[in-house]
């Protein structure tokens, strides 16, 4: 291979790997499964050992996860969170063990205690102690800093505040996984994808009193540094940290000889899915803390330990045909119809290609021969095609132009923020002019976030939409419901039910009606800051008439996107018909603020710089209990401009042409009758 096709074939790995580190570790929503990403992770470290030539500083070999966020205070670890080098098999095991020994040069034939702990699939914290308090918690960030999540983690019950036992070391820095049951995540399943993403979704919320509405758990595995830690070996560490009130995990063992740590791996592996919290692997530890001592590490990796990765759940079936599935936004989603397959004793019939891209990425054709993963509660996808097994005459999938439902030009927007072409392509009708965006959003309306119809669910939707009985969300409110009671399936009581339902949802909070409407870019936050705005239904249709889009730019928490999607929403004819049907049927309860005459009533305040021992959400909460507002632009609206330490410069410059009183905190809390 010429080397500069091997440089740019090894660059690519490595830029598709941050676009999944930025995923998993910022945004907590992976968009690869953990088997997919330790293959491209396994390709790019092969490659440097092949060829010397190579190396790069955003390498998986030089690097842990993704760089701390820009919401939290960063801090540096002072021992570096490492990552794990990865076995899958028992041939890797053996050269692991081999590489030690030659290492530590120890004869072949002795034999190795390791501490065996499986794995949980949550989210690595650093729990740092002075004296027995717990002072400082930190996220693994990049492995180097990490973010400072302390007050999130103090939420949580398995974490100890306070440690009083005498043999417990002066400082230590405890590491461990947050993470949630399996039980405890059928509450939040609506939420979020799976329990890592809950886990990690609450543990980067601002507010920690929104994490503390979580049953987040904690298990302690290992720690950084340490003052006073008497102890020679992992076993032993572990049951010092259950003696100072830590979890950790049940199925820890202690294992001489790869042969019993197979053994092992095999009957965890058996009893995997009855577990109730997710585990991807097990991690093997040299016992000895002496030995540990002297390996040490080699780049991001300790050359004690490794983990043993469980095989995922996946199979290989045959692409039958590719269908095209529109979304309520209209975004077009390919769905693989395969051959039938049973994966993980469930049978498989359908499989997610994610986008065109994701088509592209990986050349898949109706006919093919692929390998599909199911993982927990997943949805099936597309892992790899077996082109050694393609038809010769396969053609490539040519993604629809035009929208399968309506006809409409489908487009690939400009994202805002990436300031790239979105992967996802879309029908470009707003709507209901393409039926399958009506019938999804009508999905929407009913929705537990928005209407919480009970009895009213997406197959509902469907059958009434294919007999005709609805085709806009008012039809919901003035169904024939003697027509409904002639259908199979239905009575006179089941109709009665769903009747007393709809009545019930006449009555409805601003922020689930604006919610409910579906449009793009406002989720149920944007919805209650919207609803904050405008205070009523009535205020919403004037705005729609006469109202200003730029001006919505001032709403703190408001962004352009956003704006635009509103505008998009308001220029469509059948939207504001919409709007105006429903105002006739329902009652939208107006939005009415804590204090109607609060100290800072029709007051206009915007922060910049950190403030001293509040924090940003806090601040604007009390402006706004006080009946004041925030805005997120400096402009003529603007009353008070408040700063904190290290202010923009450019915001305080554009406050004074504009001759916009600055304030600092002290005077902001003089206003409020309050000192700190």
Request: proline fraction near 3%; charge should be positive.
């Amino acid at each position: 291979m010429d080397e500069k096709l091997i440089k740019k074939t090894y660059l690519k790995k490595i830029s598709e790997l941050e676009i999944y580190n930025e995923a998993y570790y910022d945004k907590s929503n992976p968009i690869v499964s953990d088997h997919e990403y330790d293959i491209i992770k396994k390709e790019v470290i092969d490659f440097e050992k092949k060829y010397e030539f190579l190396k790069d500083i955003a390498s998986p070999s030089s690097n842990v996860g993704f760089k701390p966020s820009k919401n939290f205070k960063k801090q540096s670890h002072k021992v570096p969170m490492l990552s794990l080098a990865n076995a899958f098999d028992k041939k890797d095991l053996e050269n692991f063990e081999k590489k030690i020994k030659n290492y530590l040069n120890l004869n072949q034939e002795f034999e190795i205690a390791y501490s065996a702990e499986p794995k949980i699939d949550g989210i690595s914290a650093s729990l740092i102690y002075e004296k027995g308090k717990f002072i400082t918690g930190l996220s693994r960030g990049d492995g180097k800093e990490g973010e400072d999540i302390t007050l999130n983690l103090k939420t949580i019950n398995d974490i100890p505040k306070i440690i009083k036992n005498k043999d417990f070391p002066k400082e230590i820095d405890v590491r461990g996984e947050v993470y949630i049951n399996n039980q405890d995540f059928k509450k939040l399943k609506d939420k979020f994808a799976n329990p890592r993403n809950a886990a990690s979704g609450s543990l980067r919320q601002k507010n920690p009193n929104d994490t503390k509405k979580i049953p987040l758990r904690f298990i302690a595995y290992t720690f950084g540094f340490e003052k006073g830690l008497d102890v020679e070996n992992q076993t032993n560490f572990l049951t010092k940290l259950e003696s100072w009130g830590f979890k950790t995990n049940p199925l820890n063992k202690n294992i001489t000889g790869v042969k019993n740590l197979i053994k092992n791996y095999e009957k965890i592996e058996k009893k995997r899915n009855n577990l109730d919290f997710d585990i991807d692997g097990i991690v093997y530890k040299v016992n000895s803390f002496a030995l540990q001592k002297r390996l040490g590490n080699v780049a991001n990796a300790p050359r004690w330990a490794i983990a043993h990765k469980f095989s995922a759940n996946s199979g290989v079936s045959k692409i039958l045909d590719i269908d095209i599935q529109i979304g309520r936004t209209g975004a077009l989603t390919p769905v693989a119809k395969i051959k039938p397959i049973n994966i993980g004793g469930v049978v498989v019939s359908n499989a997610t290609l994610h986008n065109e891209d994701e088509i592209i990425r990986k050349d898949i054709r109706i006919g093919d021969i692929v390998l599909i993963e199911r993982a927990g509660d997943v949805i099936p996808h597309v892992i790899s095609v077996d082109l050694k097994q393609r038809d010769k005459n396969s053609k490539k999938f040519e993604f629809p132009s035009k929208c399968p439902s309506c006809g409409s030009n489908t487009i690939k927007e400009f994202n805002l923020l990436t300031k790239k072409k979105d992967a996802v392509r879309r029908c470009s009708r707003e709507g209901y002019e393409c039926e399958k965006m009506a019938i999804e959003k009508i999905k929407h309306f009913v929705s537990k976030e928005a209407f919480n119809i009970d009895g009213f669910g997406k197959k509902i939707v469907e059958n009434f939409w294919n007999i005709k009985l609805i085709r806009f969300p008012q039809d919901i409110f003035n169904l024939d419901f003697s027509k409904i009671e002639k259908l199979e399936g239905w009575g006179k009581q089941s109709v009665r039910n769903l009747k007393y339902s709809i009545e019930q949802r006449k009555n409805i909070s601003f922020e689930k009606f604006i919610y409910s409407l579906g449009i793009r870019h406002i989720g149920l936050e944007n919805a209650k800051i919207l609803s904050k705005y405008f205070k009523s239904l009535d205020n919403f249709l004037f705005f729609s008439i006469k109202g200003k889009f730029e001006d919505l730019l001032n709403i703190d928490g408001i962004g352009e996107t956003q704006v635009n999607s509103i505008k998009k929403f308001f220029l469509n004819e059948t939207n504001l018909d919409i709007l105006n049907q429903l105002k006739k049927i329902l009652v939208v309860q107006n939005t009415s603020l804590i204090k109607k005459n609060g100290l800072l009533k029709n007051k206009t305040f915007m922060l910049t710089g950190k403030l001293d021992g509040i924090s940003r959400a806090e601040a604007k909460s009390l402006i706004e209990v006080n009946s004041g507002t925030t805005i997120s632009s400096v402009s003529k609206k603007l009353n008070f401009l408040i700063i904190g330490d290290k202010p923009t410069k450019r915001k305080i410059k554009m406050a004074k042409d504009l001759k916009i009183k600055i304030i600092n905190q002290k005077e902001w809390l003089k206003m409020l009758n309050l000192s700190r």
